[in-house]
């Protein structure tokens, strides 16, 4: 059964930084180009990062020059290294697996990714 794991959240006060991993099991993480979504209560799910599999990377507007996403092949790991934290980061981060071909405006629908993590909590404090 494929699954997606979640780790490194946690709380930290604002401007503290924090690394999420995602790692995988029965799924080889290099074949899928892999995203990291959030979700704040009471709102919908956003896309944050996405790192292609030739390890092209894109961020959002909000997080972009703070957030940095990786992937570590041999450990079949993709990371968020999530700097200069703000109290509007709070949310639960899911990282997900897409293999459909995606385009600058497509990557960040829920709907271009097959697997999902059930999310680790991120929360920061002003």
């Known amino acids: 059964q494929v699954q997606l794991v979640e780790s490194g959240g946690g709380s930290v006060e604002a401007g503290g930084s924090l690394r999420l991993s995602c790692a995988a099991s029965?799924?080889?993480?290099?074949?899928?180009?892999m995203a990291w979504f959030r979700q704040a209560p009471g709102r919908e799910r956003e896309a944050v990062s996405r790192i292609s599999r030739s390890g092209t990377t894109f961020y959002s507007d909000s997080v972009k020059g703070r957030f940095t996403i990786s992937r570590d092949g041999a450990k079949n790991t993709v990371y968020l290294q999530m700097n200069s934290l703000k109290p509007e980061d709070t949310a639960m981060y899911y990282c997900?697996?897409?293999?459909?071909?995606?385009?600058?405006?497509?990557?960040?629908?829920?709907?271009?990714?097959?697997?999902w993590g059930q999310g680790t909590q991120v929360t920061v404090s002003s």
């Open positions: 029965e799924l080889s993480l290099a074949k899928y180009r």
């Open positions: 997900a697996a897409g293999d459909a071909p995606a385009t600058f405006t497509t990557w960040s629908r829920e709907a271009m990714y097959v697997y």
